[in-house]
T-cell receptor, first 113, second 117 residues
Framework: AQTVTQSQPEMSVQEAETVTLSCTYD???????LFWYKQPPSRQMILVIR??????QNATENRFSVNFQKAAKSFSLKISDSQLGDAAMYFC??????????FGTGTRLTVIP | GAGVSQSPSNKVTEKGKDVELRCDPI?????LYWYRQSLGQGLEFLIY????????KSGLPSDRFSAERTGGSVSTLTIQRTQQEDSAVYLC???????????????FGPGTRLTVL
């Protein structure tokens, strides 16, 4: 069964600093997709970044980048130059074969001014 | 539309009543998904539609839950005889295509917060 684990229920970062959120997953599949979603208090789940497992290059979207370690089944999110608007719940998610996403339990990120 | 929309935004109901939650996906998206987010927990998959058919209903928690999609667009999630444990945020997502060798990203709506008294 697919499982996604986020071991950090809460994290905090100073504005303009860098923070890394951890995610590990368990799967027997070789082809799959990984995502990071952000959920601010408005409840809207917003896609942050996406990684295809067959791609060796780590995905990057502006200040957001991932460290994808396929053998270790690890998929961490790095946020550089943190901004107040980055404060939210961050969910790691996995998808393969089946069409539904499997989500971790989330990490609440606080940005300190 | 520009994004996935859901209505109502909030719904308060009494135990035992039926409720209907609506999802309007992004125009052109053939795949539609319903998830449930209970307080302090991650998201739980409920049901997936490809067009008007639902090949995967495995996540529906009981036979009180049902969903339909008409015209390949709007979907309605119905909860009959609501119970207090049904209280949660119900999120809808849509994507262009799904399955096979390619899976598109799922885009989420703002959710409906359901409170059962």
């Amino acid at each position: 069964a697919q499982t996604v684990t986020q071991s950090q229920p809460e994290m905090s970062v100073q504005e303009a600093e860098t923070v890394t959120l951890s995610c590990t997953y368990d799967t027997s599949e070789s082809d799959y997709y990984l995502f990071w979603y952000k959920q601010p208090p408005s409840r809207q789940m917003i896609l942050v970044i996406r990684q295809e497992a067959y791609k060796q290059q780590n995905a990057t979207e502006n200040r957001f980048s991932v460290n994808f370690q396929k053998a270790a089944k690890s998929f961490s999110l790095k946020i550089s130059d943190s901004q107040l608007g980055d404060a939210a719940m961050y969910f790691c998610a996995y998808l393969a074969g089946a069409n539904n996403l499997f989500f971790g339990t989330g990490t609440r990120l606080t940005v300190i001014p | 539309g520009a994004g996935v929309s859901q209505s109502p935004s909030n719904k308060v109901t009494e135990k035992g009543k039926d409720v209907e939650l609506r999802c309007d996906p992004i125009s052109g998206h053939t795949a539609l998904y319903w998830y449930r987010q209970s307080l302090g927990q991650g998201l739980e998959f409920l049901i997936y539609f490809q067009g008007n058919s639902a090949p995967d209903k495995s996540g529906l928690p009981s036979d009180r839950f049902s969903a339909e999609r008409t015209g390949g667009s709007v979907s309605t999630l119905t909860i009959q005889r609501t119970q207090q444990e049904d209280s949660a945020v119900y999120l809808c997502a849509s994507s262009k295509v799904s399955g096979g060798t390619y899976t598109d990203t799922q885009y989420f709506g703002p959710g409906t917060r359901l409170t059962v008294l």
